[in-house]
Nanobody, 118 residues
């Protein structure tokens, strides 16, 4: 239901943009977001965006990461700038997808690896 892409290897100070698209039986995609999980750590929130475009960022992401979405394409994006080695993690997209007016499920993408070299 969610397909993420855009991860890779980048040098410290560089930029990457992650993309994630929802597909399948979709009535409406509500909140979307990005999380990440570094080795030995729990999965943690980066940012969320509502269908109307309201955003929330964890403190570490403010000023460096930008979340956006395209409702026509059921897609969410994460622009990451000034990347640091500590940003190295598997990045996951998340979405609350309505399959009908009264039925909503949450979905996770498969994860995309981001590695930042020093």
């Amino acid at each position: 239901q969610l397909q993420a892409s855009g991860g890779g290897l980048v040098e410290a100070g560089g930029s990457l943009t992650l993309s994630c698209t929802a597909s399948g039986d979709i009535f409406r995609v509500n909140s979307m977001g990005w999380y990440r999980q570094a080795p030995g750590n729990e999965r943690g929130l980066i940012a969320t965006i509502t269908r109307a475009g309201a955003t929330y960022y964890e403190d570490f992401a403010k000023g460096r990461f930008t979340i956006s979405r395209d409702n026509n394409k059921n897609s969410v994006f994460l622009q990451m700038d000034s990347l640091k080695p500590e940003d190295t993690a598997v990045y996951y997209c998340h979405a609350d997808i309505m399959h009908s007016r009264n039925y909503e499920c949450e979905y996770w993408g498969q994860g995309t690896q981001v590695t930042v070299s020093s």
